[in-house]
């Protein structure tokens, strides 16, 4: 079975661009998480989704934004890019809305310029 | 929400075993402790999980005390590739999916 996707898995932009990361979970696993990793801050969560419901958001600036799809693939969106959102972004599946282990794709890195 | 305590860094000799501490003094009776190892910013991998017996899997054991305020990670044969970020997390209870990471701790294996 394919695991978490990530797409893009590298990506330059500017101060002020926006992003869109991808996420494509395990087949079958209907809920997705979102992390920032930072030097700095380490692993901090960001949000999660189960059944296109957001869930749960971490405690980050509204720029951050994220949804799901009814196929359980999930995007995040970072809008007016700053420095210091240069980070690893990861995403993480598990199978239902009861505790199961999450299951990390390799990340996306985003450098901001 | 629970939090952990690790230290920060650890070597192991190739072929030793590697025991990895973990405190988690003010854990919830049916929280759960989860380990995963990051290798060099790759994704966190999952490594084992338990409430309060001992596990055993392919890659380690998860020994957690009685009173479950600490538990040890154990790699029995560690070896060079064992070279990672170690992170204890408590799960969370409240329906929620997320994961509290702390520092975790850098275990180096040395040939």
């Known amino acids: 079975k394919a695991g978490v996707t990530q797409t893009p898995r590298y990506l330059i932009k500017t101060r002020g661009q926006q992003v869109t990361l991808s996420c494509s979970p395990i087949?079958?696993?209907?809920?997705v998480s979102w992390y920032q990793q930072t030097p700095g801050q380490g692993l901090q969560f960001l949000f999660e989704y189960f059944s296109e419901t957001q869930r749960n958001k971490g405690n980050f600036p509204g720029r951050f934004s994220g949804r799901q799809f009814s196929n359980s693939r999930s995007e995040m969106n970072v809008s007016t890019l700053e420095l210091g959102d240069s980070a690893l972004y990861l995403c993480a599946s598990s199978l239902t809305d009861i505790q199961e282990t999450q299951y990390f794709g390799p990340g996306t890195r985003l450098l901001v310029l | 929400d629970a939090k952990t305590t690790q230290p920060p860094s650890m070597d192991c000799a190739e072929g030793r075993a590697a025991n990895l501490p973990c405190n988690h003094s003010t854990i919830s009776g049916n929280e759960y402790v989860y380990w995963y190892r990051q290798i060099h910013s790759q994704g966190p991998q999952y490594i084992i999980h338990g409430l309060k017996n001992n596990k055993t899997n392919e890659m380690a054991s998860l020994i957690i005390t009685e009173d479950r305020k600490s538990s040890t990670l154990i790699l029995p044969h560690a070896t060079l590739r064992d070279t990672a970020v170690y992170y204890c997390i408590v799960r969370p209870t409240s329906g929620t999916y997320k994961y509290i990471f702390g520092t975790g701790t850098r275990l180096k294996v040395l040939a």
């Open positions: 087949s079958g696993h209907r809920s």
